[in-house]
């Protein structure tokens, strides 16, 4: 928990500093949250070189928006948000191409193998949530985004995301038991 707080400061200076112009600050930022971000696009687009793209586009958003972000605090769920609006882009545009040029056998790979059973076990129970509910779930826990973050990062009350993860949580639980959801 200390740890999460000073990253957290942190960051918030790596923020501060880069809004007001310091490189050094900014390209250490981007390393600290390019792992963090690629690990929420891969989940979310399942595919290495659209995550890729889907993060520096993100990554480019984030340093134009620094003037508008009033509190460095914010930096987490604002990012997030960015980065999600990206991937959701990808993935209309993605949907549109496939519509177009379909052909059936035309199936993607996954973008990363499997490291264990437990690991397997973990990535069919996030696809069995909805888009919102595995959304919530991997920010939430994954990327340890707090209630207001999560609501600011997917557009909805904070009722709703403390709703989306109970429900995340509840599905998880009882799938890894292998028992059967209501």
């Known amino acids: 928990m200390a740890r999460q707080v000073t990253d957290r400061v942190y960051d918030e200076l790596l923020v501060t500093l880069a809004r007001s112009g310091?490189?050094?600050?900014?390209n250490r930022l981007a390393a600290r949250w390019y792992p963090r971000l690629m690990r929420t696009a891969l989940r979310l687009l399942r595919d290495r070189s659209e995550a890729e793209e889907a993060v520096q586009e993100a990554w480019a958003g984030i340093c134009r928006g620094w003037p508008r972000l009033s509190d460095p605090a914010m930096f987490p769920g604002w990012a997030f948000g960015i980065?999600?609006?990206?991937?959701?882009d990808r993935i209309r545009h993605a949907q549109t191409r496939r519509a177009?040029?379909?052909p059936l056998d035309d199936a993607p790979e996954p973008s990363q193998?499997?490291?264990?059973?437990?690991?397997?076990?973990?990535?069919?129970?996030?696809a069995g949530l909805s888009d919102d509910h595995r959304l919530a779930a991997e920010l939430f826990f994954g990327e340890g985004l707090s209630l207001n973050e999560l609501a600011a990062v997917t557009g909805v009350p904070v009722g709703t995301?403390?709703?989306r993860i109970f429900h995340a949580r509840k599905h998880l639980k009882s799938t890894l038991k292998g028992e059967t959801d209501d």
Not at 83 to 88: A, G, S, T
């Open 22 to 26: 310091d490189r050094r600050a900014a």
């Open 100 to 102: 177009r040029t379909a």
């Open 83 to 88: 980065l999600r609006r990206k991937c959701v």
């Open 161 to 163: 995301a403390k709703s």
């Open 113 to 126: 193998p499997a490291r264990g059973e437990l690991r397997v076990e973990i990535e069919q129970a996030l």
